[in-house]
């Protein structure tokens, strides 16, 4: 239960950090922002880091050298997700990173990747990300259509 609560809180923190990331990039430009984002996690995360910890923050043996490259990755997710909430919005944005998510974590899953044990392929597995690929464009849909409907409108206000 504690991991599905985490997993929670990381949604709504991803969730609410790319709409302001979004805001933040308007008045700065996306590559300050992403800095300024990755520059003041340093700085929280330090100050937990050195009370909760008991180990030396640079004592990385036994990590496989590739993985420590994964910092690179949160310049990308940054980023990526700040510029496609600001040109599709919060809603579409997020819920494409989220079966790209689901997706990646599958196929690591699937096949073992990275250190993980396999597990195995199903339908229903396969059935999920169907139905949540099913649901954005589902989405996207719904939202094509009212926006059409406001053009009707304004042709319709104008006289057009």
Do not use: H
Not at 23 to 32: F, L, Q
Request: overall charge neutral; some cysteine; glycine content about 12%.
């Amino acid at each position: 239960m504690i991991g599905i609560g985490l997993a929670i809180m990381a949604g709504i923190l991803i969730s609410l950090q790319n709409v302001f990331n979004a805001r933040v990039s308007e008045k700065t430009g996306p590559w300050a922002t992403t800095s300024l984002v990755l520059g003041l996690g340093l700085v929280c995360s330090l100050p937990v880091f050195y009370t909760m910890e008991d180990k030396s923050l640079l004592d990385f043996s036994g990590v496989n050298p590739v993985f420590l490259f994964s910092g690179v990755f949160g310049v990308g997710i940054v980023f990526f997700l700040m510029r496609g909430v600001t040109l599709i919005g919060p809603a579409y944005a997020i819920s494409i990173a989220l079966i790209s998510q689901i997706t990646i974590a599958f196929i690591v899953n699937t096949g073992g990747w990275f250190g993980f044990e396999p597990s195995a392929l199903s339908w229903e597995k396969v059935l999920g990300i169907g139905l949540l690929i099913g649901g954005v464009l589902v989405y996207k849909l719904e939202k094509r259509t009212d926006e059409k409907r406001d053009v009707v409108r304004e042709r319709e206000r104008v006289g057009a």
